[in-house]
């Protein structure tokens, strides 16, 4: 009784192994209880075929997904600033996606780091506070449809409320982290992206300039002037400060404001026929 029947060739054999490995049934050909040595051979080539598969499916999911090359198309800019808005003092940073595909449920969230102090005298050097972010629509949550300008509001529960523009030095132990996370829309894998400024990367008195124009009904955005800041008037002097002292908005020299024009919108048909 040979090891495994209807083996006749090289070509058998091959073919024998073939519907070993994939178990596509055996027909004619099996093995028999005669050689233990080819059992053996069985279940290693089992295990090993299993490995192999597993191996495969790992490196085709990992190039699909690409979490982290994603994440790489979400950009932040260089600087943040610090500047009034609606006659409050204002961090801001800006934050934008590159590629036509949108981040679904995109949620952006900031700490700041800092050296910090107990009553009691305990020091924690790495201590992380959460910063409350102005959203009109509540939550963290974020449209990334175009490039947006992230803002919180410094006021007395703000862990920035003693900061003045002679505090934003490099000698200053103050990081704040910025964290933006979504799904990706063509692979439904959660993406994150990260970035943080120190203390000498916060601009006081700049604003970002605007990227988004209009032509022809159109939205087009200019990232070369992304990470671009002007010069605005704000007071040099801490929100704690500018809330006490209501005086300080007073003396600063703004602008008139400019008037809103308005678009005007022409309806055209959704199809042409010629």
């Known amino acids: 009784v040979p090891c495994v029947t209807s083996i006749h060739s090289f070509t058998s054999a091959f073919l ?16 028999t209880e005669e050689c233990p040595a080819a059992i053996l051979v069985l279940i290693v080539q089992n ?11 790992g490196c085709i999911f990992m190039k699909t997904a690409q979490a982290h090359r994603r994440a790489e198309t979400l950009i932040f800019s260089k600087h943040a600033v610090i500047a009034l808005r609606e006659g409050k003092l204002c961090f801001m940073l800006r934050v934008g996606d590159l590629r036509k595909s949108m ?25 992380q506070i959460d910063i409350q972010m102005e959203n009109p629509v509540g939550g963290n949550s974020i449209f990334l449809v175009s490039p947006l300008i992230i803002y919180h ?27 933006l996370e979504g799904v990706v829309e063509t692979t439904g894998i959660t993406t994150q992206a990260r970035t943080s400024y120190l203390a000498d990367e916060i601009l006081w008195g700049q604003r970002f300039v605007p990227i988004v124009a209009e032509e022809d009904g159109r939205y087009s955005v200019d990232y070369s002037k992304f990470g671009n800041t002007v010069k605005v008037p704000t ?17 600063m020299p703004f602008s008139p404001k400019g008037t809103i024009r308005k678009r005007s919108v022409k309806l055209k048909p959704k199809f042409t026929i010629s």
């Open 235 to 251: 007071p040099s002097c801490t929100a704690r400060q500018l809330e006490e002292d209501k005086s300080i908005m007073d003396t």
């Open 103 to 127: 981040i679904i449920s995109a949620t952006i969230r900031m700490q700041v780091v800092k050296k910090t102090a107990s009553l009691e005298g305990e020091v924690v050097p790495l201590n």
């Open 47 to 57: 295990i090993v075929g299993l490995v192999i598969n597993a191996i495969m499916l």
């Open 16 to 31: 024998f192994s073939i519907e070993v490995q994939v178990t596509i049934g055996f027909g004619g050909r099996m093995v």
């Open 153 to 179: 509001v410094i006021d007395k529960n703000s862990p920035l409320y003693d900061i003045s523009p002679l505090n934003l030095h490099h000698h200053e132990d103050l990081e704040i982290i910025v964290i």
